[in-house]
């Protein structure tokens, strides 16, 4: 009988067959009033750029025919001086027992659940698949005290916190790296139990003994979950690494970050994997998380299969007023199977002092690169008679079938040199 569940779980934290060689859409569905949030007048629009950014990442690694929406909000979530809840993200809910299912009597969250049945199906009718919130109290002086959000793409976050980053692991919980035991009343400490079935996830979590969470005792399981010795046993993890992957489980249960985490490790060279329960500012990657992914049923497309998208570092840094078409070049670092497309944003930031359509028209805000490695776009700037230099920032965003660039510069701000006064009565002679 196929069922289905309205999550109240452990998601505050905050797949088999492919269906299709192409990457999932995910669409965003802000739900803020005006003026606040995601709509906030000041901070808006690089807020809204780096969430965009963090699900293109996701969008761009998993294959799927049904379009994902993330409800996404941003508010006042409260906070001291040293500590606050920076946000959270989980799948609205979940199914078990549909058409297709890999696995039977076991619940998959809705973003997979769609993805793997054998007739393609939107579970939610239409509504959002993932909730999200984030706390914008964290940009006030009172919350985390001089640390604030950084909204900018390249992960130089310094003291602050990368925006980016909290979103992908944040996006990771949603789209099914979270487990589904209850709670107890207070919803502070697990239960030992399953709303009727375990999900998906917890069928790949075992003791060091190689009993996995599903199949224990209630008095076995949670006595595992505080015994800081589990492990995540999948054959895509265990193929990559060699071993079973160590589980977050400390003696003291901590809501939201046990047992649905890998297990803080040193950094390696500097670098932390997503899915830990806690982000540094080393540099992240998704080795395990992708392997753990296809471990649950997602179909993984990257990050090897997909190239690298960014504007070519030859392009101008200046233009000249009445000089004509001006040539830009958006180039891949390799070829792709499938198109690859982009969004050109302009005046991303809402800092720029040229306008567009005005100071400089562009040939097209949609980067299309059909086949090949390479697309061009011209930017033209007529005279105005204005005496002073202005500038304006070009953005690339909303990739498909593409990978933003490992260190990216995906940004561009142009310097439009005008025309002076001398040049105007030169030409009068």
């Known amino acids: 009988m196929k069922r289905s569940l309205i999550f109240s779980l452990l998601t505050s934290a905050a797949l088999l067959a492919p269906l299709s060689s192409e990457a999932v859409t995910i669409t965003i569905q802000y739900n803020d009033g005006p003026s606040e949030g995601f709509n906030d007048a000041t901070l808006g629009p690089a807020r809204k750029a780096a969430f965009e950014y963090a699900a293109a990442v996701w969008a761009n690694r998993l294959s799927g025919t049904i379009n994902i929406v993330i409800a996404a909000e941003m508010n006042p979530l409260g906070g001291g001086p040293t500590s606050a809840l920076l946000g959270f993200a989980g799948p609205d809910s979940a199914h078990a027992n549909f058409t297709g299912v890999p696995i039977s009597n076991v619940w998959y969250p809705t973003p997979l659940a769609n993805q793997l049945g054998s007739t393609p199906t939107d579970r939610n009718g239409g509504t959002e698949e993932i909730a999200a919130q984030f706390n914008s109290d964290v940009d006030n002086p009172v919350v985390l005290g001089s640390t604030d959000w950084y909204y900018g793409l390249d992960e130089n976050a310094g003291t602050d916190i990368s925006f980016v980053r909290t ?3 944040e996006f990771g919980h949603g789209l099914g790296f979270v487990g589904f035991l209850t709670t107890d009343g207070n919803g502070d400490n697990p239960d030992g139990t399953y709303n009727t079935l375990p999900g998906v996830f917890d069928l790949f979590i075992e003791n060091n ?15 595992a979950l505080t015994s800081d010795d589990l492990y995540w046993n999948g054959a895509s993890v265990t193929g990559s690494i060699g071993s079973r992957a160590r589980m977050y489980a400390p003696a003291v249960w901590e809501p939201g970050s046990s047992y649905s985490h890998f297990r803080e490790a040193t950094p390696v060279l500097g670098v932390e994997e997503l899915m830990e329960p806690i982000l540094n500012g080393d540099s992240i990657v998704m080795t395990h998380t992708d392997n753990a992914f296809a471990d649950i049923g997602w179909s993984i497309l990257g990050p090897t299969a997909l190239p690298q998208m960014d504007f070519d570092s030859g392009n101008p840094v200046a233009i000249a007023e009445g000089s004509g078409a001006q040539t830009f070049t958006v180039t891949l670092t390799s070829t792709n199977s499938q198109p690859v497309t982009a969004t050109l944003q302009l005046n991303p930031n809402g800092t720029d002092t040229a306008t567009p359509g005005v100071d400089y028209t562009v040939s097209s805000t949609t980067v299309s690169i059909p086949s090949g490695t390479s ?17 304006f920032t070009m953005r690339l965003t909303r990739m498909v079938g593409a990978e933003f660039a490992t260190a990216p510069t995906v940004q561009r701000t142009i310097t439009i040199n005008n025309m002076s006064s001398v040049n105007d009565w030169q030409v009068l002679e």
Do not use: K, Q, Y
Request: hydrophobic share 30%; proline share 3%; net charge negative.
């Open 375 to 391: 697309t061009t776009f011209t930017v033209t700037a007529p005279i105005d008679g204005n005496e002073s230099d202005e500038t």
């Open 209 to 223: 003994g190689g009993t996995d969470l599903s199949g224990m005792a209630t008095a076995t399981r949670l006595a």
């Open 167 to 169: 979103c992908l692991h």
